[in-house]
């Protein structure tokens, strides 16, 4: 593989930092604030986007700040894996700008302006992340899109502001510094670096550390990511739904989860590697452990009215579809399971800008209230019914690229363990029809609260619409037609070289 030396990657990262001044300075002018916001993500994405035909040629692209010690530095790398998020994450921004300014003006939030600060800073964090060359680097930017985004959970400053944003603090630094930290530095004792391999196979450890210890880091690091949103970690989730819906948008498809699910699965494929998960059989343990959330979050989604909590237990389920691919150990499995970081962010982000327009629209949470809504907001609900079929994993839409390559992933693993994950796999495919049917169908085929007309209320502003129904279609193209970002899960995943 070429390695190419090339600023590109800090100037990626750097252009929502940045951007954060001038947003800050301009706090007084709405619109040129929020034209700053967009200017930055186009840049940021236009940038990402440049580096892809180098690394769709095999290569990828290094840079190195500066050393910390040996084997450690704050370095960053692109790679196949890793542009997967940063090319998802940026393009999303631009979205979610245009739909945060509808959401924001329309509700006249206060603070906008630190609200776009944060933004900016938590797109800073996660692709910062996206990119990063090594373990210690990848740490340093999972903390800091901790620290960026708690300002945006407890926005509203009330009582449950507070609460949603110090549980969301608590768990998030707790246990990364309680588990990932401590799991770093002795990862370093035992191998002397911390940079990632140029392959998924090998890892870093050598073949003679003790086992006993790299299957207790290897656990530390599952549950020290607790943005990957698994169980028991999981309830700080739920509680940062007091946050506006864009923040819950930006949570759940976009950065918070989003970097969790892939530092999980960088550091379970690049610092352990498979042959060390295959040795110490860590994999199939951990595919169970994560059917767990998978089956538990979808239960407790059935039971919620509240629309918004229905997703982030939705998003607790979905989130462990990506560590359980990973987890096969097979390579359909482990593509299925990184395809799913894109195919669940367009979807996710899909469904939390429709409840957001929702909101705007109507000033209605509960899908009880919500009987024949979709009658005067069809745009909304049919792409809430695009997103929630991907979600489901039916065709034609990008969910079902993921429950098609994590079934195939699953009839290649040893018997009988394939049974067990298949009827997983059956299971929570049917608990997604139970919690997602029912809101379009209520919506256009249901009846509005008794003594209550729609008098008045018809479609957000076309600055929300617009991104939700995009975001729906693209969910649709990336189901018809994967091979894009299937080229990047190819690269980095090759089945050849198994």
Not at 88 to 107: D, E, P, T
Not at 338 to 350: D, G, L, M, Q
């Amino acid at each position: 593989m070429q390695t190419i030396i090339s600023i590109k990657p800090v100037l990626a990262i750097l252009a929502s930092l940045v951007c954060v001044l001038f947003i800050m300075v301009s706090r007084n002018k709405p619109n040129v604030r929020e034209g700053w916001a967009l200017f930055a993500a186009i840049i940021k994405f236009a940038i990402i986007a440049s580096m892809v035909p180098e690394i769709l040629g095999g290569s990828r692209i290094e840079y190195t700040l500066f050393q910390v010690l040996p084997g450690i530095s704050v370095k960053f790398i692109v790679d196949a894996f890793g542009m997967v998020f940063a090319l998802v994450a940026s393009f999303l921004w631009i979205l979610a700008v245009f739909y945060s300014a509808g959401y924001m003006r329309g509700l006249e939030e206060h603070a906008q302006t630190r609200f776009n600060s944060c933004f900016a800073l938590a797109l800073f964090g996660a692709v910062g992340g996206a990119m990063a060359g090594n373990f210690f680097t990848l740490y340093l930017f999972y903390e800091i899109v901790s620290i960026c985004t708690y300002p945006l959970v407890a926005h509203h400053q009330d009582e449950e502001g507070y609460e949603g944003g110090k549980k969301y603090i608590v768990y998030l630094t707790t246990t990364a510094k309680g588990l990932i930290l401590p799991a770093m530095i002795l990862t370093y004792v035992l191998c002397g670096t911390l940079e990632f391999p140029d392959n998924i196979m090998t890892g870093i450890f050598p073949v003679d550390a003790n086992p006993t210890l790299v299957t207790i880091l290897f656990i530390c690091c599952i549950l020290g990511f607790a943005k990957n949103g698994v169980m028991p970690f999981h309830n700080w989730l739920p509680g940062a739904m007091v946050a506006p819906t864009p923040v819950s948008a930006l949570l759940h498809a976009v950065a918070v989860v989003k970097i969790g699910v892939f530092a999980t699965t960088r550091v379970m494929l690049y610092v352990f590697g498979v042959e060390t998960m295959t040795r110490l059989n860590l994999g199939i343990p951990t595919a169970y452990f994560v059917s767990f959330t998978i089956l538990t979050a979808s239960i407790i989604a059935l039971t919620k009215d509240n629309l918004k909590a229905r997703l982030a237990y939705s998003t607790v389920s979905q989130l462990s579809y990506i560590i359980l691919g990973v987890a096969l150990l097979t390579p359909s499995g482990v593509q299925g399971g990184i395809i799913h970081i894109a195919n669940h962010a367009f979807s996710k982000i899909t469904l939390f800008f429709c409840a957001g327009a929702i909101y705007v629209a109507s000033h209605k949470k509960s899908i009880s209230e919500m009987g024949g809504l979709g009658k005067v907001m069809p745009f909304t609900f049919a792409a809430f019914g695009i997103a929630s079929l991907s979600m489901i994993g039916a065709p034609p839409v990008a969910g079902f690229v993921t429950k098609w390559k994590l079934l195939v992933g699953t009839m290649d693993m040893p018997s009988p363990h394939y049974i067990g994950i298949l009827l997983v796999l059956l299971a929570s495919t049917l608990l997604n029809v139970g919690y997602f049917a029912p809101v379009t169908f209520k919506a256009f085929f249901g009846k509005p609260p008794e003594g209550e007309v729609y008098e008045g209320v018809k479609e957000a502003p076309l600055s929300m619409v617009i991104p939700l129904f995009l975001t729906a279609i693209i969910s649709v193209v990336i189901g018809i037609y994967p091979d894009f970002l299937m080229k990047f899960i190819q690269l980095a995943i090759p089945i050849n070289g198994w």
